[in-house]
């Protein structure tokens, strides 16, 4: 039972950003969209994941490698879309 | 050594969430912000507190607490700046 409420919360924490993803896409605009926080952000999930593999956790390394990925490619869309400077 | 490893990347992926909502406050725009992604993301956060709360883990209830608070202040500032309807 706890295990599936850690499963079900860390699919909803990892896949919450698929739609910021997608949005940004669509609308070609990052503007509004913090760079701090996502590099804050994209640390933080990227010492999760060596956590993750030195603890030898399955799920931390799935949903923190996932997570990686797509803040990656929203810090890359935040790159690419705006040239103001928002920080 | 993993204990202090596991604090910083909690840290870092609460602590993430402050810019944003100080440069959504700032500019009072929070367009590009994915309604969805703050959405999923704040229920997930609320099943890691409970999770955290069941298993006792003072680390998991003190990130995930915090990081309610200003994933709410998110949705509020979405909700309140944003009237187009940003998916």
Same mark, same amino acid.
């Given at each position: 039972? /706890?295990?599936i409420m850690?499963? *079900?919360?860390?699919?909803l924490t990892t896949l919450a950003? #698929?739609?910021q993803v997608l949005q #940004?896409?669509?609308t070609k605009s990052?503007?509004? *969209?913090? /760079?701090a926080m996502f590099l804050l952000f994209t640390a933080g999930v990227a010492l999760w994941l060596g956590y993750g593999i030195m603890t030898h956790s399955f799920p931390v390394v799935a949903a923190n490698a996932i997570t990686l990925v797509l803040s990656? *490619? #929203?810090l890359y869309f935040k790159w690419k879309y705006t040239r103001s400077s928002n920080i």
């Open positions: 039972m /706890l295990e850690g499963y *079900v919360a860390g699919s950003f #698929i739609p #940004i896409y669509r990052a503007k509004d *969209v913090s /760079l990656f *490619v #929203i």
